[in-house]
């Protein structure tokens, strides 16, 4: 129904579309601490629907059109008449005939492509049991703006083959680097995936061998929403592919390491790690709200 333009995983942008949109997310940054930000989408209203828990994505998302002009709109999908079943496809007609752009985070990622399908407007993947695009376009901007380009580099997943590994997956094979995803028999990414990576992405088994000269580690919780009763035996299972100092050492010397937050401190990263003075951590969280400025500046403007 819909020719607008959608963002539900990292493989709906080009190559050169998400390089530009990294470097403007930098120029908004830069922009937002001087005062001079544009009101680039003035009048412009999103609609946010989240049917699990956020911190990061629905403040960066309010405050970051709020910062261009716009405003946003959060609904819960226990508060909707999606909550009581109301159809996905009928209630992607009503709200997009309202609004200008639609943020979803959810369970089923079908959900959101079936939403997409329906839309009359943008509509980007605030995280799905299979994707959270927007993370790694924080991530890709906190390594851009810290080491440069990441073409060619080494990159490391440690611990489960999740929905923030992939959206890793995907930005290797658009981004040119190699991506080695360390995890236990179980816990792989999906297989389908990985054959469309081809060289770009790997696993292996042995945390050691994957950290070894990686300009980047990453991790993420052990056990995403909706997996909450699965968290002991998963602990059991990951505690290898902890990230900490001594995989940290295998890395390059100037290796970087990143994770999405919420975090475990002791389990899937050290509280060490985390709380270094020269962790990106905190930066990879702002740049949230940076690059997905930029994403609905490009998703809205073009
Ligand atoms: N990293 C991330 O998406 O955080 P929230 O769950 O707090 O939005
Ligand atoms: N993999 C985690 C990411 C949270 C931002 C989850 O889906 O819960």
């Known amino acids: 129904m819909s ?94 005939s309202m609004v200008d752009i639609v943020m979803i985070r959810t369970f089923a990622h079908a959900d959101v492509e079936d939403f997409a399908a329906h839309s009359s407007v943008p509509v980007i993947n605030g995280l799905t049991d299979d994707y959270h695009p927007c993370q790694i376009l924080a991530d890709l901007q906190t390594y851009f703006e810290t080491r440069g380009d990441i073409s060619g580099r080494k990159v490391c997943w440690l611990g489960d083959g999740n929905n923030v590994c992939h959206s890793w997956m995907n930005a290797a094979r658009q981004l040119d680097f190699e991506l080695v995803v360390a995890c236990p028999e179980g ?24 950290a070894e000269g990686a300009h980047l580690l990453v991790t993420d919780v052990w056990a995403s929403m909706g997996q909450e009763s699965e968290q002991a035996a998963r602990a059991a299972v990951l505690a290898p592919y902890q990230l900490n100092r001594a995989l940290l050492d295998r890395a390059s010397s100037d290796a970087l390491y990143m994770h999405c937050l919420p975090a475990h401190r002791g389990e899937e990263i050290t509280a060490e790690l985390i709380d270094a003075p020269d962790s990106v951590i905190w930066q990879e969280a702002e740049n949230r709200l940076h690059a997905q400025k930029a994403l ?6 073009a």
Request: aromatic share 4%; charged share 25%; glycine share 8%.
């Open 296 to 301: 609905m500046e490009l998703l809205l403007t």
């Open 3 to 96: 020719a607008h333009r959608h963002f539900l995983t990292l493989m709906d942008l080009s190559s050169d579309e998400i390089r530009a949109l990294i470097a403007r997310a930098i120029e908004l940054k830069a922009q937002h601490r001087a005062g001079t930000a544009p009101r680039s989408l003035e009048g412009k209203v999103l609609a946010m629907i989240f049917t699990k828990a956020s911190t990061r994505t629905r403040v960066s998302f309010e405050a970051g059109i709020a910062q261009l002009g716009g405003s946003a709109l959060f609904l819960s999908g226990q508060d909707t008449q999606l909550g009581r079943g109301e159809p996905i496809e009928d209630s992607a007609r009503v709200i997009s």
């Open 187 to 210: 816990y792989d990414p999906d297989p389908t995936l990985l054959e469309a990576c081809g060289q770009h992405a790997s696993i292996e088994r042995d945390p050691s061998a994957a």
